[in-house]
C-alpha cells in the first residue's frame, strides 16, 4: 500500500496549465513544467512532512484551521533544499503557487459532501492564506536595500500606527462601453494595481462600429475583494544608533493579519520587500520618474514576547543551567548589587533598589478583571553631583527595553500618546510616545522635578494603572504602558536643605510621590574619610579606564547581567508565603500607628504618605528579591530586606528635615514672632528684596539668624511672602 499515495500516477492535476503551454509552445512549456514540479513539491510537503513517525503537522493544522497555514521555512529545507531558495528569490511567483497547492491538498483531505441534486460533491474549499516563520535572525531595517527588491526579508521593531481596514480589489471585473463584453483582471498584491488594457479585443461585425481605444469601465460591485490594511513600523529603541532618528517602514497586511496587531506592540515580520509609486506625496517630484517607495508586504508576522524582544525560547541549555547554579548560590542578591553600576562608589541601598527595579515584581490578574502592577518605581532626589543620572544611563544600558528621556524635553503627548494627521489620507492615528514604546522595560526620567506639572499629571495613570487612555480628534482607546518608572530630581533649591522642612525640600505633590515605591534622598556628605576614598575611587576609575574598555569581559558582564534579568522575568513569577504575609501585615500596621503618633505630637501630616500603595510597593520588593533567587516563594527573609530598604528610602525620606513645631520654648516662639514684625516692617507689601541681605540686616539689628529663618519659612507657608528666582529673592503679598 505504501506507494498508492504518491504525487504522479493518480492525481489528474496536470490538466490546470493547458493554455499557456498551447499558446507558446517552447520557452512557457518549459516555465510551466518547471513551476508545476514545484506546485508537486508543495503538495507533497503538506500531506508527507512529518515531524516525528506518523505525525504529520501541516495537515492536521489544515484540517482543523482551513483559513490559514503557518510554514516553517526550516522543515521545508529539511523536506527539499531547493524550495526555500526559491521562495527567497522570488516570493511572489511561489507563494501564490504554495496558497493553490495548500488549497487543492485541503479538497483533497475533506470528505465529499450531498450537493442540491442529492449526488455527491467536491466541497467548497475557500483562498486559503500560507504564513512564513522562520528562526533566522532579522535585519536591520537601515540595510535594507535595492538589491533586496522583490526578495523575501525579515525585520522586526514596534508598531507606531495602524491604519483603518480598506478593501482591496484581487480581481477587477470591467466591462467595454461600446459592445458591453466583461473581462475580469487580475490585480497585483500589496500596494499595486490593476494593468487596464487599451484596447477591446471584439471583432466588429459589418456595419458595427468598432470599439474605441480606452474602452473599459471597472465595475466595481463585480469585483472580488480582501481586506487590508496598512502599519507603520518603528525600529527598536535599542537597535538606533545614538544621535539618528529612528527609521519607519509602511507595512502592507492582508486577509487574516488585519486588526490583529494594535499600536505599540513589537512585532518580527516576514515580508516581500517591494515598491510603489506614491502618490500624490511630496515625493512624487515632476521629472523623478523612476523613483518608488518602498515597503514591504508581510506574509508572516509574530509578537515578540513582552518580557524579551526576541521571544522567550532563545536561551541555551547551558545558559539555563549556569543561571540556576548561579541562583542556587548564598549571595546572589550581593553579587548582583555588586554589578549594578560599579563605576559608582557607595549609594549600597540605591544599588540594591536598582536591582529590584530590574527583576520586578510579579504582575496579577484577579478574577474580576483587576490588573495589580509589579513593576517598582524609584525616585532619586538629592544634590547635583551623586550620581543621580549615571544610575539612569546604567539602567538604560542594562535593562532588556529601556527609554531614557529628560524632564524639559520631554511632554505629556511624548511621553504617553499623540495623535498625528496622516499626510497622504488625512486621517488621524495614534503614535505611542516613551510610555508605550517601553511597554514590558524601564523608563528613566532625568530632571523629573523640571517637568511641567501638566506633563507630569499625564504620568499618574501610566505609573499606578498600566495604562494610559486617550481621547482626543475621535479616537478613543487604551494602551498598555507596563513599564517601571526610575526618576531622578534635584530640591527646589538645587541643594538639599537641612534646615527646611521635608515638603519644602521634596516640592512634588502627595499624589506623585505616593507612586514610586522607593523614594531615596541622595545626599552629600562631606566627611574627610568617605571624601578620600570617594577621590581615591574615582581616580583609579579615570586612571583605568583605557584598560577596562578594551577588555572584553566588562561587556560581557553586563551583557551577562541582561540575559539573567530577561531570564528571570520570564521564568519566575513569586508569590508570598504564608509566614511572610504575617510579618508584613503586623510590620505595616507598626509603619501606620508610628506615623499617625508622629502626626499627633507634630499637628502636621508628613510629606510622604504611607499609605496602601507603600505595603504594596513593600510586597514587590519582596517578590522581586525572591525572583533574584529564582525562587518561587518569597520568604519572611525577603519581607525583611524589602521592610529594610522601604525603611532606609522612604520612611527616612519622610522624617528628614526639620519639624518646624518641634519643642519650640516659649522663648523661641517670641523671638519668632519678632522677627516677623521686623521683616514686615522691612518689607512693604509687593516689594521684593534678596534674602541673604534680609537676613543680614536683621541679624545686625541682634537676631538669631536661625530664627530670621524660620521666621521667613513659616510666613511663606502661610502665604505672606512669596519666593522668585530660584529663591533668591522675596516678594511680600497682599
Not at 24 to 30: L, Q
Not at 638 to 657: P, Q
Request: proline fraction near 4%; charge should be neutral.
Amino acid at each position: 500500500m505504501s506507494g498508492w499515495d504518491e504525487g504522479a500516477v493518480y492525481y489528474s492535476n496536470q490538466a490546470q496549465f493547458t493554455e499557456a503551454s498551447s499558446e507558446a509552445e517552447g520557452a512557457a512549456a518549459s516555465s510551466t513544467a518547471s513551476r508545476h514540479s514545484v506546485l508537486l513539491k508543495f503538495k507533497e510537503f503538506i500531506r508527507n512532512f512529518e515531524k516525528e513517525k506518523n505525525v504529520f503537522p501541516y495537515r492536521e493544522s489544515l484540517v482543523n484551521n482551513p483559513k490559514f497555514l503557518v510554514v516553517h521555512l526550516e522543515d521545508i529545507l529539511s523536506f527539499d533544499s531547493d524550495l526555500p531558495s526559491l521562495l527567497r528569490s522570488s516570493p511572489s511567483d511561489y507563494l501564490p503557487l504554495f496558497e493553490t497547492a495548500a488549497a487543492e491538498v485541503l479538497a483533497g483531505l475533506k470528505m465529499k459532501v450531498a450537493g442540491d441534486s442529492g449526488e455527491m460533491v467536491e466541497p467548497q474549499t475557500g483562498e486559503l492564506q500560507i504564513l512564513l516563520t522562520s528562526k533566522e535572525d532579522p535585519v536591520s531595517m537601515r540595510s535594507l536595500g535595492a538589491q533586496y527588491i522583490s526578495k523575501l526579508v525579515k525585520i522586526s521593531g514596534i508598531t507606531i500606527a495602524a491604519s483603518r481596514i480598506k478593501a482591496k480589489a484581487t480581481y477587477v471585473q470591467l466591462i467595454c462601453k461600446n459592445c458591453k463584453s466583461p473581462r475580469t483582471v487580475p490585480c497585483r498584491p500589496g500596494l499595486g494595481g490593476a494593468i487596464v488594457p487599451r484596447s477591446c479585443d471584439h471583432i466588429p461585425q459589418p456595419g458595427e462600429e468598432p470599439c474605441p481605444i480606452d474602452p473599459w469601465i471597472v465595475v466595481p460591485d463585480r469585483s472580488k475583494y480582501v481586506d487590508q490594511q496598512t502599519l507603520k513600523l518603528q525600529e527598536n529603541p535599542e537597535d538606533v544608533p545614538t544621535g539618528e532618528l529612528p527609521r519607519n517602514m509602511l507595512l502592507s497586511v492582508d486577509r487574516h493579519l488585519v486588526q490583529t496587531i494594535v499600536p505599540g506592540t513589537r512585532l518580527t515580520i516576514m515580508g516581500i520587500y517591494s515598491i510603489f509609486q506614491a502618490a500624490n506625496s511630496s515625493t512624487n517630484h515632476k521629472g523623478a520618474v523612476a523613483i518608488r517607495q518602498p515597503y514591504i508586504r508581510v506574509v508572516g508576522m509574530e509578537e515578540t514576547n513582552e518580557a524579551s524582544s526576541r521571544g522567550p525560547s532563545t536561551f541555551t541549555q547551558e545558559e539555563v543551567e549556569e543561571f540556576k547554579k548561579f541562583a542556587s548560590n548564598q549571595d546572589t542578591y550581593e553579587v548582583i548589587c555588586s554589578k549594578i553600576a560599579p563605576s559608582i562608589f557607595g549609594h549600597v541601598d540605591v544599588k540594591k533598589a536598582v536591582a529590584c527595579l530590574l527583576f520586578g515584581g510579579s504582575r496579577k490578574n484577579l478574577p474580576d478583571g483587576v490588573k495589580l502592577r509589579g513593576d517598582i518605581n524609584v525616585l532619586l532626589l538629592g544634590d547635583p553631583s551623586t550620581a543621580k543620572s549615571q544610575f539612569l544611563k546604567f539602567v538604560e544600558k542594562t535593562a532588556p527595553i529601556a527609554v531614557y528621556t529628560s524632564g524639559k524635553g520631554s511632554s505629556a503627548a511624548g511621553l504617553t500618546a499623540s495623535v498625528i494627521r496622516d499626510s497622504s489620507s488625512r486621517e488621524f492615528y495614534l503614535e505611542g510616545g516613551a510610555m508605550v514604546l517601553a511597554d514590558g522595560g524601564v523608563v528613566c526620567i532625568d530632571e523629573f522635578d523640571k517637568m511641567r506639572p501638566e506633563d507630569r499629571v499625564a504620568i499618574h495613570e501610566a505609573m499606578e494603572q498600566q495604562t494610559i487612555s486617550i481621547a482626543k480628534a475621535g479616537i478613543t482607546t487604551v494602551l498598555n504602558s507596563r513599564t517601571s518608572v526610575l526618576a531622578a530630581a534635584n530640591p527646589p533649591s538645587g541643594r538639599y536643605d537641612d534646615l527646611k522642612t521635608t515638603q519644602d525640600n521634596i516640592d512634588l505633590q502627595t499624589t506623585i510621590l505616593s507612586r514610586f515605591d522607593l523614594i531615596f534622598i541622595v545626599k552629600d556628605i562631606r566627611m574627610y574619610d568617605q571624601d578620600k576614598i570617594i577621590a581615591s575611587h574615582v581616580i583609579k576609575v579615570h586612571a583605568t579606564a583605557q584598560t577596562a574598555s578594551s577588555d572584553s569581559r566588562a561587556s560581557k558582564e553586563e551583557n551577562w547581567l541582561k540575559r539573567y534579568i530577561q531570564y528571570c522575568r520570564t521564568e519566575c513569577h513569586p508569590r508570598l508565603s504564608e509566614t511572610a504575609c504575617t510579618k508584613l501585615q503586623s510590620d505595616y500596621v507598626d509603619i501606620r500607628r508610628g506615623m499617625r503618633q508622629q502626626a499627633n505630637e507634630t499637628g502636621e501630616a508628613a510629606a510622604i504618605p504611607i499609605t496602601v500603595r507603600q505595603l504594596e510597593a513593600i510586597i514587590r520588593l519582596s517578590e522581586a528579591l525572591a525572583k533574584m533567587k529564582l525562587s518561587h516563594v518569597a520568604t519572611e527573609g525577603d519581607v525583611a530586606e524589602a521592610l529594610r530598604l522601604f525603611k532606609v528610602s522612604t520612611m527616612d525620606a519622610a522624617r528628614s528635615g526639620i519639624n518646624q513645631h518641634i519643642n519650640i520654648t516659649p522663648d523661641m516662639a517670641n523671638e519668632i514672632k519678632q522677627a516677623e514684625n521686623q521683616i514686615k516692617r522691612r518689607l512693604g507689601i509687593g516689594n521684593r528684596i534678596s534674602e541673604r541681605r534680609l537676613i543680614d540686616d536683621l541679624t545686625r539689628m541682634g537676631m538669631n539668624e536661625s530664627m530670621v529663618r524660620r521666621a521667613i519659612l513659616i510666613m511663606h507657608q502661610r502665604g505672606e511672602v512669596e519666593y522668585q528666582r530660584e529663591r533668591h529673592i522675596i516678594v511680600r503679598k497682599v
